[in-house]
């Protein structure tokens, strides 16, 4: 079974400009998740889709965050404008479809942005 | 707000040796306590999980115990050998049981 997919694997690009990020799932696995980490910190939440349909994007910092997963399989992120704070590691995390008790998330290998 | 810590940033042990690891969260009472570990350039993945209603849990050379009222859990990797250096994060699910919330996590350097 492929893990959790995520490209590009880095991406540099300057203040202003905008950059999207994207996950692919496990097969089957409905419920996808956004995460980051910022140097020094701890991983955060972002927000987490149920198939197509956001389920809590209470993490998501701002306006300039656009995340979608049209269809309900692979997921983007967009950063528009981009700035500074935005540098990180951003995780995605897929797990099987919620219910009483605990599935496992599966991390991909993240995507590092630098913003200069 | 929930919160998450793990107390040493950086553990440094001799192989063969017993690793502790502390947790500690406060403003929550989770039903169940998460261990990842996570090696650079890799996403976070998942050890074991501990439920409320569980003391302790094995899995191989790994034990994590769970104490609600000290609101603490331990994570303790016996007989550690070199391939065991990495980062451990701790997590909880939130309340709304969404996202996991994360420690900033210890690392872990086993020397031969």
């Known amino acids: 079974e492929a893990g959790v997919t995520q490209f590009p694997s880095h991406s540099v690009i300057e203040k202003g400009q905008t950059v999207t990020l994207r996950c692919d799932p496990i097969s089957g696995h409905d419920n996808l998740y956004w995460y980051r980490r910022v140097m020094g910190k701890e991983i955060k939440f972002l927000l987490h889709f149920v198939k197509e349909s956001k389920q809590d994007e209470s993490g998501m910092p701002n306006n300039r965050f656009l995340a979608e997963r049209t269809g309900g399989t692979y997921s983007t992120l967009k950063v528009q404008p981009a700035e500074l704070e935005d540098s990180g590691v951003y995780f995605c995390a897929s797990s099987r479809t919620t219910g009483v008790g605990f599935y496992e998330q599966y991390f991909g290998p993240g995507t590092r942005l630098t913003v200069t | 707000s929930q919160k998450i810590e793990q107390n040493s940033e950086a553990l440094n042990i001799q192989e063969g040796k017993t690793a502790t690891l502390t947790c500690n969260y406060t403003?929550?009472?989770?039903?169940?306590l998460q261990w990842y570990r996570q090696d650079p350039g890799r996403g976070p993945v998942f050890l074991l999980l501990i439920r409320e209603n569980e003391k302790e849990k094995r899995k191989e050379r790994l034990k994590v115990t769970f104490d609600t009222t000290l609101k603490q859990s331990l994570f303790h990797i016996t007989a550690s050998q070199p391939a065991d250096s990495a980062t451990y994060l701790c997590a909880l699910l939130n309340q709304a049981g969404t996202a996991l919330i994360f420690g900033k996590g210890t690392t872990l350097s086993v020397s031969s």
């Open positions: 403003n929550y009472s989770p039903a169940y």
